[in-house]
């Protein structure tokens, strides 16, 4: 059982009020909150042992790198890595897939396929884009249904000894459905292809184990999992990261330079140019550390019951539709009231200090698929309550009598 009263308590922010009335937070699909136990470790970081890593010999410098390089163990651990070089540091989800997209720029020619699925934040959509422009690839997509889930027929038949590389994520951020990866992956390497998958939406939710999923890489940013912002990680397996050549130059990624020739560090540094975002990776690492201590188990059997309970609520006004119906989704519920645009009742919930997403949630072609300008978007993390969605159904209730 989660103690959800227990666990506000760690969140300071969730204490505040919005326009006179107590917080409710519901734009976690966004951004999560932070622990105070996450809080005091940046606390720690800047008031004690703030220096630059793996350079010093001087005390500061190797107490920042063995808290940094252990935060990289718990991620390790965490995703169940083979090694803890297949974890690179990155600043986000973003991008990591910036960095896999232009490695592939040296592996793709004419006549390769990237295939990409109809679910795709725009972060997901322009990089691939922009490869294909680069190397003459061409871009295929995967066709999604009315409940929002991808069409396994129709991907079947795009794969082709053409097919390099797959991208998907695995739990979609504007409809919350979760994708069959292990199907997807498992297709995908019959035919020889890699695959990417975006683990943003996913990891708040679930504990990936990315040695069973077999999958190539996978991304993911620590500010959606209770962590900082600008900070998150790549997974590639081992083999995968030593093909790839470097995403960027500068320091900590050369073993040796001179003005004739450069070689690159090992991995994971390789990949680790400059000075990184070091207190963000000890801060990942509390985090993990956080929701394991909360259990993802008993997170997706909570959030499961507030998705059930918000779902039916929501269902009883006249004229709301819920877009992203899939039995296999996520605490997201996407909708929209009969005539209403979704950024007015969006306002009329700021008021009540209700925080949801409107617009296009970075997924326009899923809006273009329904006919839509976009969605009120509410998700809920581990600390929401039932308390909370009856707030925002009364909310929701008030809006639509306001602006018919
Ligand atoms: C949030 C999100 C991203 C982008 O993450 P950043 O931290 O902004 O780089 C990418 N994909 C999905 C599915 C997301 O939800």
Same mark, same amino acid.
């Given at each position: 059982?989660?103690?959800?009263? /227990?666990?506000?308590?760690?969140? %300071?922010?969730?204490?505040?009020?919005?326009?006179?009335? %107590?917080?409710?937070?519901?734009?976690?699909?966004?951004?999560?909150?932070? %622990?105070?136990?996450?809080?005091?470790?940046?606390?720690?970081?800047?008031?004690?042992?703030?220096?630059?890593? @793996?350079?010093?010999? @001087?005390?500061?410098?190797?107490?920042?790198?063995?808290?940094?390089?252990?935060?990289?163990?718990?991620?390790?651990? !965490?995703?169940?890595? $083979?090694?803890?070089?297949?974890?690179?540091?990155?600043? *986000?989800?973003? !991008? *990591?897939? /910036?960095? +896999?997209? /232009?490695?592939?720029?040296?592996?793709?020619?004419?006549?390769?396929?990237?295939?990409?699925?109809?679910?795709?934040?725009?972060? /997901?959509?322009?990089?691939?884009?922009?490869?294909?422009?680069?190397?003459?690839?061409?871009?295929?997509?995967?066709?999604?249904?009315?409940?929002?889930?991808?069409?396994?027929?129709?991907?079947?038949?795009?794969?082709?000894?053409?097919?390099?590389? +797959?991208?998907?994520? @695995?739990?979609? #951020?504007?409809?919350?459905?979760?994708?069959?990866?292990?199907?997807?992956?498992?297709?995908?390497?019959?035919?020889?292809?890699?695959?990417?998958?975006? *683990?943003?939406?996913?990891?708040? !939710?679930?504990?990936?184990?990315?040695?069973?999923?077999?999958?190539?890489?996978?991304?993911?940013?620590?500010? $959606? &999992?209770?962590?900082?912002?600008?900070?998150?990680?790549?997974?590639?397996?081992?083999?995968?990261?030593?093909?790839?050549p470097p995403y960027q130059g500068g320091g900590e990624m050369i073993a040796e330079v001179t003005f004739k020739k450069t070689t690159y560090a090992d991995l994971p540094h390789k990949f680790e140019a400059?000075? %990184? #975002?070091?207190?963000?990776?000890?801060?990942?690492?509390?985090?993990?550390?956080?929701? #394991?201590?909360?259990?993802?188990? #008993?997170?997706?059997?909570?959030?499961?019951?507030?998705?059930?309970?918000?779902?039916?609520?929501?269902?009883?006004?006249?004229?709301?539709? +819920?877009?992203?119906?899939?039995?296999?989704?996520?605490?997201?519920?996407?909708?929209?009231?009969?005539?209403? @645009?979704?950024?007015?009742?969006?306002?009329?919930?700021?008021?009540?200090? +209700?925080?949801?997403?409107?617009? !296009?949630?970075?997924?326009?072609?899923? &809006?273009?698929?329904?006919?839509?300008?976009?969605?009120?978007?509410?998700?809920?993390?581990?600390?929401?309550?039932?308390?909370?969605?009856?707030?925002?159904?009364?909310?929701? $209730?008030?809006?639509?009598?306001?602006?018919?």
């Amino acid at each position: 059982m989660l103690d959800y009263k /227990n666990i506000r308590n760690d969140f %300071p922010i969730l204490q505040r009020e919005v326009n006179g009335k %107590p917080l409710v937070y519901f734009d976690n699909a966004a951004t999560s909150q932070t %622990p105070q136990q996450v809080i005091d470790v940046i606390v720690d970081y800047y008031s004690n042992y703030n220096a630059n890593i @793996h350079r010093g010999v @001087h005390r500061l410098s190797q107490e920042a790198t063995d808290k940094y390089e252990e935060a990289r163990l718990k991620v390790q651990a !965490h995703f169940n890595a $083979k090694f803890s070089h297949e974890i690179i540091f990155t600043s *986000g989800t973003t !991008h *990591g897939i /910036n960095l +896999i997209a /232009n490695g592939f720029s040296s592996i793709l020619k004419k006549g390769d396929d990237i295939i990409v699925s109809a679910l795709e934040h725009h972060s /997901n959509i322009v990089p691939w884009q922009m490869l294909c422009e680069r190397t003459g690839a061409s871009l295929k997509v995967i066709p999604m249904n009315k409940e929002g889930e991808l069409i396994m027929y129709d991907y079947d038949n795009l794969l082709s000894t053409n097919t390099k590389l +797959i991208f998907v994520n @695995h739990i979609s #951020n504007a409809l919350g459905t979760i994708n069959p990866i292990e199907y997807i992956i498992e297709k995908a390497h019959q035919v020889g292809a890699a695959v990417l998958i975006d *683990g943003a939406q996913s990891c708040p !939710h679930i504990k990936p184990d990315l040695q069973a999923l077999d999958v190539d890489f996978y991304v993911t940013s620590a500010h $959606k &999992m209770c962590g900082p912002t600008g900070q998150g990680m790549l997974y590639g397996k081992e083999a995968w990261l030593k093909k790839l050549p470097p995403y960027q130059g500068g320091g900590e990624m050369i073993a040796e330079v001179t003005f004739k020739k450069t070689t690159y560090a090992d991995l994971p540094h390789k990949f680790e140019a400059g000075t %990184p #975002n070091i207190c963000g990776g000890v801060a990942f690492g509390a985090a993990i550390d956080y929701m #394991n201590s909360i259990g993802f188990e #008993n997170i997706a059997k909570y959030e499961n019951e507030l998705l059930e309970y918000a779902t039916q609520k929501l269902l009883e006004i006249e004229g709301l539709r +819920i877009y992203g119906t899939s039995k296999h989704k996520t605490s997201v519920i996407s909708f929209n009231l009969d005539g209403i @645009h979704p950024y007015d009742v969006g306002t009329i919930l700021d008021k009540m200090g +209700i925080a949801v997403r409107t617009g !296009h949630h970075c997924a326009q072609p899923i &809006m273009d698929f329904y006919g839509i300008p976009g969605t009120i978007r509410a998700s809920f993390a581990f600390y929401n309550t039932k308390d909370e969605i009856d707030t925002l159904v009364t909310g929701v $209730k008030k809006a639509k009598m306001m602006l018919m």
